[in-house]
T-cell receptor, first 115, second 112 residues
């Protein structure tokens, strides 16, 4: 499968625990995005990377959230001290970037449930 | 502030009919308008996209109509099929600020 891959697909965690999600983008894509989607809503932008550089972070991304993309390949999104309000689908997307083909390809997401 | 407003929230269309979903945007800097299709438990998948230099784009049964002066765009699905039953999201993006702003989604159901 050459699409965007996310792991795990589902995560149930207790409030206060830390969780980490992984995203493997399409191999030649230099841009990687994280979005959050709650039930009945469209995805909301969280952050994006151009290669290994994190270029923008949404105000939605509190200081409990951190994202990395070492070596410009896969990315991780960590949520510390999870809260029930963090329950959502976390989507990763990748694209070739501006000026070329800006089509963003999404992974299947990681569904987080905080109990 | 919701920058992309989408309607209706849900839509039921008979098989073979035309499904129409509308979106309106506020930010005149937006210059790329994609539509995404999402099935339950899956990530959104790009269906069709348009840039504001054209007023219409057609790909198979799917057509985007774009009205720059009204800041509106719509998705038309011709000859709607049960397999089209999904949630559809419009989105917008501006060059130099490459992140998608999504609408709230339309849950489309095609009935036999």
């Amino acid at each position: 499968d050459t699409g965007v891959s996310q792991d795990p697909r589902h995560k149930i965690t207790k409030r206060g625990q830390n969780v980490t999600f992984r995203c493997d983008p399409i191999s030649e894509h230099n841009r990687l995005y994280w979005y959050r989607q709650t039930l009945g809503q469209g995805p909301e932008f969280l952050t994006y990377f151009q290669n290994e550089a994190q270029l923008e972070k949404s105000r939605l991304l509190s200081d409990r959230f951190s994202a990395e993309r070492p070596k410009g390949s896969f990315s991780t999104l960590e949520i510390q001290r999870t809260e029930q309000g963090d329950s959502a689908m976390y989507l990763c997307a990748s694209s070739l970037g501006a000026g070329t083909d800006t089509e963003a390809f999404f992974g299947q997401g990681t569904r987080l449930t905080v109990v | 502030q919701q920058q992309v407003k989408q309607s209706p929230q849900s839509l039921i269309v008979q098989k073979g009919g035309i499904s129409i979903i509308n979106c309106a945007y506020e930010n005149t800097a937006f210059d790329y308008f994609p539509w995404y299709q999402q099935f339950p438990g899956k990530g959104p998948a790009l269906l069709i996209a348009i840039r504001p230099d054209v007023s219409e784009k057609k790909e198979g049964r799917f057509t985007i109509s774009f009205n720059k002066s009204a800041k509106q765009f719509s998705l038309h699905i011709m000859d709607s099929q049960p397999g089209d039953s999904a949630t559809y999201f419009c989105a917008a993006e501006s060059f130099g600020n490459e992140k998608l702003t999504f609408g709230t989604g339309t849950r489309l159901t095609i009935i036999p």
